[in-house]
């Protein structure tokens, strides 16, 4: 007996009888469509497509809700308008103040003198 023999031999595996012929197979038919546009759906609003590379909305702009988008533009412009307004203010009053200063401290001069 020898020392290195193969005590655990494998069986070869059986030759194929025929090739997989098309045929014995179905090809199965895909909508490319389905892959090639994706949608989201998220909550319950209008979801989103993806088609040619970006990203469109599904919302109806009729629905009131959809219009929330317009309605915080409409709120932004509204506040930039206010803080120009408030900012306008501020310098107003910093160039009263300054002007205020200047005439006390002259009035303090005229005083010490």
Known sequence: MPIFSKKFAYKSAPARNRRVEESDCPRI???LEEFRNI???LDNEGGYTFAN?????NKNPRDPKSSSG???KDDLT???EENNLLQL???ILVDLLTENTIEMNEI???LMK
């Open 39 to 41: 949608h989201l759906q």
């Open 108 to 110: 303090r001069e005229k």
């Open 29 to 31: 038919h895909e909508k």
């Open 53 to 57: 590379g970006s990203w469109t909305s």
């Open 89 to 91: 203010k501020v310098e």
């Open 70 to 72: 317009q309605k915080l």
């Open 78 to 80: 509204k506040l930039s």
